[in-house]
């Protein structure tokens, strides 16, 4: 009771402090990623903590299960050298006997991994998804800010709009820079209002003037006008595309069995199992001599996870293009690598050592002393 106690207790402190680092750099990881896209109009940036929130949610199967890699291996290296392990193997401790306090304290994280895996991944790339949508069909109008210059959808136009206090449809201080046709153009107008006809929507300006000129050529064309109309895009709708397999639930990827609705769900699945297999090869790899330092472990630790983790982004891929099929895929990688940790497991727990057979030494030839051998 005291062996499992005092292993849970130390593993607990570890998995903590290593997971809210790894949320820490994902987070600013994600933040600026989420910057950089509201910058360029993909997101809203009213939204934008909102989509950190669903991106990071989505990655946390992999922060989970680096962050109980890691415990777990720092856990036990420590161990090693600080003399601990020696003190449980002379009780009559094996290495192997390590598994049972390890897998009882990692037996809820599996299960969040594995659900987080299945259930939460796709819904929080459907909310992300959704969030996009939502605004890139909005109108170039409703994507301005007051006092921000906004570039259209299509990139042809500039707009420039302070609302106004009258209403969220009313505005002053117009400003529109287009290039279109091969043509120039500089619209600004002291009010302007938007008006919906049929499937486009237009912003009717008034009280302005317009300066137009052909590219390339000096001619400039000045005109004042009491209105002006100019179309700025289609009506708000949402069309229905077909989703992408990420998108699908879990039980949609079964009952649909295409080449990358199995790829994804061999991805998902690959999470699962890749965690599971994490904690024998935490017990398996983590050996410190205390004599040396504690730095080429852990690179080949991290070396191992990295590894690991592509092989499974790529399985998803093969099996898209039909390289592989999906059961051979999950046998292959997940089963492999189940049976090398448990076997290097089995190695070090019996202290197996591979030898060379030796050479055989012939004795040499005896020495006469006065005709006698001696």
Same mark, same amino acid.
């Given at each position: 009771?005291?062996? $499992? ?40 940036? $009213? ?328």
């Amino acid at each position: 009771m005291l062996f $499992q106690s005092s292993i849970r207790r130390e593993l607990a402190r570890s998995f903590g402090a290593t997971l809210v680092v790894l949320i820490t750099i994902v987070m600013t990881i994600v933040l600026i990623r989420t910057l950089g896209q509201a910058s360029r109009g993909f997101i809203n940036p $009213q939204d934008v903590m909102l989509f950190m929130a669903f991106s990071a949610l989505g990655r946390l199967p992999t922060i989970l299960t680096l962050s109980l890699f890691i415990a777990m291996v720092s856990t036990l290296s420590r161990m090693y050298r600080d003399s601990e392990m020696v003190v449980w193997f002379t009780s009559g401790q094996g290495l192997a006997g390590f598994l049972v306090p390890l897998f009882r304290f990692a037996w809820p994280v599996l299960i969040v991994i594995s659900l987080m895996a299945l259930f939460v991944w796709p819904w929080t790339n459907q909310q992300t998804k959704d969030m996009q949508s939502r605004y890139e069909q909005r109108g170039d109008l409703d994507r301005i800010a007051p006092g921000q210059f906004q570039e259209s959808s299509n990139g042809n136009r500039v707009f420039f709009i302070d609302r106004d206090l009258a209403g969220e449809q009313a505005s002053n201080n117009v400003f529109i820079a287009a290039t279109e046709n091969g043509k120039s153009s500089l619209t600004t107008a002291r009010s302007g209002h938007i008006t919906t006809k049929g499937d486009a929507q237009f912003l009717i300006l008034e009280n302005g003037q317009r300066l137009e000129n052909v590219i390339g050529q000096s001619a400039l064309k000045i005109s004042d006008f009491e209105e002006y109309g100019t179309k700025t895009g289609a009506a708000n709708s949402l069309t229905e595309s077909a989703p992408e397999a990420k998108l699908l639930s879990t039980r949609a990827l079964i009952s649909t069995p295409t080449p990358g609705n199995l790829g994804e769900l061999a991805w998902r699945l690959g999470l699962a199992l890749a965690a599971i297999n994490f904690v024998i090869l935490a017990l398996a790899l983590a050996s410190v001599n205390p004599r040396g330092g504690r730095s080429g472990n852990m690179i080949f630790i991290l070396l191992t996870f990295v590894v690991y983790n592509n092989l499974i982004n790529l399985g998803q891929s093969w099996i898209f293009v039909g390289l592989i099929s999906f059961s051979n895929f999950l046998l292959t990688l997940h089963g492999v690598v189940l049976l090398l940790g448990l076997g290097w497991l089995a190695k070090r727990h019996t202290n197996w050592v591979l030898r060379l057979t030796p050479r055989v030494r012939h004795a040499p030839p005896a020495v006469r002393v006065n005709g006698n051998r001696p």
